[in-house]
């Protein structure tokens, strides 16, 4: 065993944590080859949402919440990660290559977010808001990654976003390929993929979400009747908006995705409102400089539950693909 390189166990572990990731509808669009010491990331056009995301920028945001996860993974397990992005260019399903080097130190915060991956899940019901005492949104520079933008939207934000809720749902309302779409990812009991009818909120609760993407309704339970949804809204956003960039916004969305739960907040990321230009072009509006919005998170606080069902999982052998080490001569 060469110890410059983790073990495969390591390496599965590893892909393991990362595959917790959240994903569009939860399609898990990825695959992992690892070789020689070297793991790398593709998408899978296979798992595209052709009708919500023709432009595979969610799939790539997506990945790239996958490849933040990886590297949470890694310094837990004392494996330090030197990452080669796009290393085939801009149009290449090859979105990363991974090098690792032992001698990571992970402090104790970095246990918190690997702990985070395990616990964190999408709540679509509404929330209260965050309690002072998290000390969330903590510093936004430390969940930054570069060209990107990290903006926690004031109260007076949630009319833009709610029109630009609205003017989704209504193009989308008599889109018959969406609505299939949308139906087959969604409240069936497929085992490893999309969301179960247990992790979707039942319509009375989606009523009191007004900036929620309408699912159909879902069976999760809560201990207090609802009531109007306070979450705070942060904004993940890019300078430009190429698949560098999509990549890059998917890891700070899994940054703030697992800094919130790190501090036991609830969670909920929001694509929606970047699929089409016109609202897009809203939530553009709602930027302090101009930038590229691509995703948001609802954050707050819940009712004290049961912890949910984990929602399904590609098994780890189904999207890890090992190769022999080449022989030394």
Not at 26 to 44: C, E, K, V
Not at 83 to 92: A, F, K, T
Request: aromatic residues 4%.
């Amino acid at each position: 065993m060469d110890p410059r390189i983790p073990d495969l166990n390591t390496v599965r572990m590893a892909v393991d944590l990362a595959c917790r990731a959240p994903s569009v509808h939860n399609s898990q669009p990825w695959q992992w080859t690892y070789s020689d010491g070297r793991l790398d990331l593709f998408s899978d056009r296979s798992r595209l949402l052709e009708s919500a995301d023709p432009s595979a920028r969610q799939l790539v945001l997506s990945c790239g919440a996958a490849l933040h996860h990886l590297q949470v993974a890694a310094t837990a397990l004392k494996w330090s990660t030197e990452i080669d992005r796009l290393p085939m260019g801009e149009h290449s399903n090859h979105l990363a290559s991974i090098r690792f080097s032992h001698g990571a130190r992970p402090a104790s915060h970095d246990f918190d977010l690997v702990a985070a991956i395990r616990r964190r899940h999408s709540d679509r019901r509404p929330f209260a808001p965050p309690s002072a005492d998290t000390g969330f949104p903590a510093p936004l520079h430390e969940m930054l990654r570069p060209g990107t933008r990290v903006t926690v939207l004031d109260q007076g934000a949630r009319t833009v976003l709610g029109a630009a809720t609205e003017l989704t749902a209504a193009v989308r309302r008599y889109d018959s390929a969406y609505q299939t779409e949308i139906h087959w990812w969604t409240g069936h009991t497929v085992d490893t993929v999309g969301i179960p009818p247990e992790a979707l909120a039942t319509a009375e609760q989606s009523a009191h979400v007004e900036i929620g993407r309408r699912f159909p309704p879902g069976t999760r339970t809560s201990a207090d009747t609802p009531g109007a949804d306070r979450s705070t809204v942060v904004l993940v956003s890019t300078e430009a908006d190429g698949r560098a960039d999509w990549l890059r916004a998917g890891e700070a969305l899994s940054a703030v995705l697992l800094e919130a739960t790190a501090v036991r907040l609830a969670t909920c990321p929001l694509t929606h409102v970047t699929e089409f230009g016109r609202s897009r072009e809203m939530i553009r509006t709602l930027l302090p400089d101009d930038g590229c919005p691509q995703a948001l998170v609802r954050i707050g606080t819940t009712a004290p539950e049961d912890r949910p069902k984990p929602t399904p999982r590609l098994p780890t052998d189904s999207v890890l693909t090992v190769t022999a080490r080449r022989p030394v001569r």
